[in-house]
């Protein structure tokens, strides 16, 4: 700093001011609290649009002649935001209420089908909510394995899962083109779970390619895709070890106060402290992700949640399993 000799800007911090905070507390955050509590996904949304506009409007007319108008608008948005985030984690903390209504080890309504495509080797459909994934099962000779390039001997890959997010998943539009850094990311987790009881080449003496297709999405679409996938594989014949399934494990910390959360949504995701993927079979953990946006968590805390994702993963596994038990000959 010395040798280029440049004084240090000043700059004013993006806060908004005690008196716009308390107007957009007192016209939006009862009215908040009760959109929070609407079940569907969808029209969730939609109440909180209608408010946040509502508010953004009455701002407007307000201040219509102040020359930092666009700027007390972000701010406004900031404490709509601030003010959803807060009434989340308070409802669930202290009321013990979910967005969605559920206890905190509630899943959300399950489905499992499979040859739902006529002319594939296996496919599936798996809903959990408002996540739906639609998976595929291709077999393939020996020498159709995937060529991984690299700089040392040229290696392949028998067994791969591709994870496909369309836009109209989540009720967007958007072009269609290579898969981004989450799609290979969601792709790489799921893989890593199945791949644990991929029968040996000697066993089973074909290259297998399992396709997830996100047809919904509110919340772990990567867990949901190893589900679907898993019931393809055993749909197509493929002799897996065991079936395997995954949960996303949420978690609201405020004070000492925590509560951990089974088969997280979107909303508990976004305004959430962690976002703990565990999969695997009856008997153990194949594969492990975790998001945390907290400093740490405490063992006593990672003891319950993969003891409460165990509880939701049996779960899972029991209506995965009333629909293909084992895998076909």
Do not use: W
């Amino acid at each position: 700093i010395k040798a280029v000799g440049l004084p240090k800007k000043d700059y004013s911090l993006f806060i908004p001011s005690p008196e716009l905070r308390e107007k957009v507390t007192e016209m939006s955050k009862a009215k908040l609290a009760k959109a929070l509590l609407e079940k569907n996904k969808i029209k969730r949304e939609q109440l909180i649009n209608t408010i946040t506009n509502e508010v953004l409007d009455k701002i407007m007319v307000e201040y219509k002649d102040d020359k930092e108008l666009t700027e007390i608008l972000k701010q406004a948005e900031l404490v709509l935001e601030e003010i959803e985030y807060h009434e989340v984690r308070r409802l669930i903390v202290e009321e013990k209420i979910r967005p969605d209504g559920r206890k905190a080890k509630e899943i959300r309504p399950l489905s499992s089908q499979i040859d739902v495509l006529g002319r594939t080797h296996g496919s599936a459909l798996f809903t959990r909510g408002q996540t739906q994934a639609l998976s595929t099962t291709t077999l393939g000779a020996i020498g159709e394995h995937q060529i991984l390039d690299g700089l040392g001997i040229e290696e392949g890959k028998r067994f791969m899962l591709h994870y496909n997010f369309p836009s109209f998943s989540v009720g967007e539009t958007g072009r269609y083109g290579p898969p981004n850094r989450r799609e290979v990311g969601h792709g790489a987790l799921g893989e890593r779970a199945l791949l644990q009881v991929i029968p040996s080449e000697e066993e089973f003496p074909y290259t297998i390619r399992v396709v997830s297709e996100i047809l919904e999405s509110n919340g772990s679409t990567s867990q949901a895709s190893i589900c679907a996938g898993c019931l393809s594989l055993m749909a197509a014949g493929v002799p897996i070890k065991a079936p395997v399934a995954g949960i996303a494990m949420g978690l609201i910390m405020k004070d000492k106060q925590y509560t951990i959360l089974t088969d997280i949504q979107g909303l508990e995701d976004f305004r959430g402290d962690m976002d703990f993927k565990v999969a695997g079979t009856k008997n153990g953990i194949c594969a492990l992700q975790m998001d945390i946006k907290i400093k740490g968590i405490t063992l006593e805390i990672l003891e319950e949640a993969l003891e409460q994702a165990r509880i939701g993963r049996l779960a899972i596994l029991d209506n995965m399993t009333k629909t293909i038990s084992k895998p076909r000959k």
